[in-house]
């Protein structure tokens, strides 16, 4: 299920409701939108570059939107936001666990989806990768030491 905000109204919307949609892009920011027998003109009047964040121009009516997807929505309950990897500057256990394996040490260079840590959580290995292209300033966590959701693993520069 898809959630959208609309001028700070929120709204659930099941992603195969979206393709009863048509959406053709006229060029210069300008779309038309038909579902049935309903046309509207719509202009683009910015996006965000991962284009969950819109404001469009319906008429003389203005929407500004952010839409969520399943996988945004998870990383909320889990303490994120999909937007914050280029503000992120530490990493903190998404769950309880048991660190299995440390992939770094202080002051290693890394890029965005390198692996970090292996988590053994609910008899699982998870890879936490770094979602930034950064640089180590300290590993704060060991091989075998148990953490809790929201420990501080790692810090970034």
């Not at 027998?37 to 719509?42: G, L, N, S």
Request: no cysteine; proline share 3%; hydrophobic share 40%.
């Amino acid at each position: 299920m898809l959630q959208i905000k609309v001028n700070n109204k929120n709204f659930s919307v099941a992603p195969d409701s979206v393709s009863a949609f048509q959406i053709e892009e006229l060029g210069d920011g300008r779309f038309l939108m038909r579902r049935g027998d309903k046309v509207m003109e719509i202009f683009l009047l910015s996006a965000a570059e991962d284009g969950k964040e819109l404001e469009v121009q319906i008429g003389q009516s203005y929407f500004k939107s952010e839409v969520q997807t399943e996988f945004d929505q998870l990383l909320g309950t889990m303490g994120f936001k999909s937007g914050d990897s280029k503000k992120l500057k530490e990493l903190k256990s998404p769950m309880p666990g048991k660190i299995i394996s440390v992939l770094v040490q202080d002051g290693a260079e890394v890029k965005a989806g390198d692996p970090l840590l292996l988590l053994e959580a609910m008899k699982m290995e998870n890879v936490l990768q770094s979602s930034i292209d950064g640089k180590v300033e300290k590993v704060l966590v060991e091989k075998g030491a148990s953490v809790n959701k929201n420990d501080l693993l790692i810090k970034f520069v």
